[in-house]
């Protein structure tokens, strides 16, 4: 039996952040794979999703960790539309993720608005 990793990094991928239309100059594949390799040298996981609804800050990386308050245990990155950003967000992955981040990833983190249910 395989257990879950405890940290799990979701990709956005399924809608506009994974697209070639939006973002011609991002070899998805190849950061996809290098942020895979970067998060199993520390057994994280990485889930490639369908929509993370946050299309405007495309291309979306959460990083997922358990036991915490669910407002808190997500850190999202926005923009990681660069080959310095993802080499940055693969060596913080690859470090196991540390509660610190490093300052090139400081600029692309925010803080996810969920949203609001209908009534």
Do not use: Y
Request: hydrophobic share 35%; with cysteine.
């Amino acid at each position: 039996m395989s257990r879950r990793p405890a940290t799990t990094v979701l990709l956005c991928r399924g809608c506009c952040c994974g697209t070639a239309a939006k973002h011609p100059q991002l070899d998805h594949e190849q950061q996809e794979q290098a942020l895979r390799a970067a998060a199993g040298h520390a057994e994280i996981g990485v889930r490639v999703v369908d929509c993370l609804d946050e299309c405007d800050r495309s291309n979306v990386v959460v990083v997922r960790r358990p036991g915490r308050l669910v407002r808190d245990r997500d850190t999202w990155f926005g923009s990681v539309l660069t080959d310095g950003a993802t080499d940055a967000l693969a060596a913080w992955l690859h470090e196991g993720a540390p509660e610190r981040l490093p300052p090139r990833l400081v600029g692309l983190r925010f803080r996810h608005q969920a949203p609001r249910r209908r009534r």
